[in-house]
């Protein structure tokens, strides 16, 4: 069964630093998604991206944050200068519709800001 | 604002009793809810959505739009049912919304 995949695992980076986190959604699927997970609270909802541009985006989702498709592959997660409170777990989802359809989770990447 | 509240954080039954996980939502519309499960070790996965009212491993859940509620019941737990279960809802305003979910219950299965 087909699967996201998120690279790397886990990425360790001093404040200030630029970073990227990497996603491969699933081949067919068309609307894709970045979630964060700061350790004990809930999963929230960053941004979704459709047809090579930002469909919806959170409060959380500033000028700090962006998005690309740079292939037709991946699916990147830039933070420009990266903050203490930026540690969290990084989850990237993919869907071929959207409102009803379900999303497909990756692993998840664990970011650790020094 | 829409919101997705589980009140339990940690629920633990013995294996063969009843399972019900709670969750309400506060939504301006009519909401795509959804369960979604981690099992230890794994990735979030769907277990079922409200639209296509299924029975998947057992857990039902039932919109109740009145109460604002989308419970997930399971008449007998199994041990292989340890997880946390997150209830997530979306929008239907054409738009890619994504989630938005509650903070997760902790389902402990005992033998």
């Known amino acids: 069964e087909p699967e996201v995949t998120q690279t790397p695992s886990h990425q360790v980076t001093q404040m200030g630093q630029e970073v990227i986190l990497r996603c491969v959604p699933i081949s067919n699927h068309l609307y894709f998604y970045w979630y964060r997970q700061i350790l004990g609270q809930k999963v929230e909802f960053l941004v979704s991206f459709y047809n090579n541009e930002i469909s919806e985006k959170s409060e959380i989702f500033d000028d700090q944050f962006s998005v690309e498709r740079p292939d037709g592959s991946n699916f990147t997660l830039k933070i420009r200068s990266t903050k203490l409170e930026d540690s969290a777990m990084y989850f990237c989802?993919?869907?071929?519709?959207?409102?009803?359809?379900?999303?497909?989770f990756g692993d998840g990447t664990r970011l650790s800001i020094l | 604002a829409q919101r997705v509240t589980q009140p339990e954080k940690l629920l633990s039954v013995f294996k063969g009793a009843p399972v019900e996980l709670k969750c309400n939502y506060s939504?301006?519309?009519?909401?795509?809810l959804f369960w979604y499960v981690q099992y230890s070790r794994q990735r979030l996965q769907l277990l079922l959505r409200?639209?296509s009212r299924e029975s998947i491993k057992g857990f039902t859940a039932d919109l109740n739009k009145g109460e604002t509620s989308f419970h997930l019941k399971k008449p007998f737990a199994q041990e292989e049912d340890s997880a946390m279960y997150y209830c997530?809802?979306?929008?239907?305003?054409?738009?890619?919304?994504?989630?938005?979910f509650g903070k997760g219950t902790h389902l402990i299965i005992q033998p």
């Open positions: 997530a809802l979306t929008g239907t305003g054409g738009g890619a919304d994504g989630l938005t």
């Open positions: 989802a993919s869907s071929i519709g959207y409102s009803n359809q379900p999303q497909h």
């Open positions: 939504y301006s519309g009519s909401p795509e």
């Open positions: 409200h639209i």
